[in-house]
C-alpha cells in the first residue's frame, strides 16, 4: 500500500540533473532520483536549485482537475494501465491498436503530460532561494521544460510518499 504525506508544510532543495553546472554519472542520477542524496554529486556554486513543498492529498487531486481529471480519456487510461513494459513487445501491441484505442491512449497520456507539469507548479517554491510565479516553468525552452517537469515530479513523488517507517 502506497500513503502519501499529508502535510504540505515540508519543503526540500533540488538540482537538475542536466543542469551544467550539476556532473553526476548515470549510477549517482539513479541514486540521486530515489535518495534524494547528492553523495559525491559535483554541484558547482553557480547550478540552479530548486525549492518544492509536498504536496498533500487536495494539493494533488487540485492538480490533476486543472489537468483534466473529469474530462481524460477512460478507455486511455485502462490501455495505458494494459500496456506492456517492454520497449518491443509495447510497440507491437500498440500497432495492434484501432485508431479509436491509439488516439484515446494519446488524449490521456496527454493527461498525464498536464498533471505532471501541475504537480510542478503546485510544488515550486523558490529558484535559487527567490520566491517565484510557478508559471516562470512556461518560460523554459521545451527541453529544459520538460527535463525540470520530468526531475521535479520524481523528487515530488518520493518525497511526497512515505516510507514505511513513516507510515
Known amino acids: 500500500m502506497i500513503s502519501f504525506n499529508t502535510s504540505a508544510l515540508h519543503t526540500f532543495k533540488i538540482v537538475v540533473s542536466t543542469d551544467s553546472s550539476v556532473k553526476m554519472t548515470e549510477e549517482q542520477k539513479k541514486n540521486y532520483f530515489n535518495t534524494g542524496e547528492l553523495n559525491d554529486i559535483e554541484v558547482n556554486s553557480d547550478a540552479t536549485w530548486f525549492t ?9 487531486e487540485q492538480a490533476e482537475i486543472k489537468a483534466g481529471a473529469f474530462t481524460r480519456s477512460e478507455l486511455g487510461k ?13 510497440a507491437l501491441w500498440h500497432n495492434r491498436l484501432s485508431d479509436e484505442e491509439k488516439e484515446a491512449l494519446a488524449k490521456y497520456e496527454k493527461y498525464l503530460d498536464r498533471s505532471y507539469i501541475e504537480y510542478a507548479k503546485a510544488s515550486l517554491v523558490a529558484i535559487n532561494d527567490k520566491e517565484v510565479d510557478s508559471n516562470i516553468l512556461d518560460d523554459l525552452s521545451p527541453a ?16 511526497s510518499t512515505l516510507s514505511e517507517a513513516g507510515k
Open 52 to 60: 518544492l513543498r509536498t504536496l498533500s492529498i487536495t494539493d494533488r
Open 78 to 90: 485502462l490501455l495505458w494501465v494494459e500496456a506492456p513494459n517492454d520497449t518491443r513487445e509495447k
Open 144 to 159: 529544459d521544460k520538460s527535463n525540470v517537469i520530468y526531475e521535479i515530479v520524481i523528487h515530488l513523488t518520493r518525497e
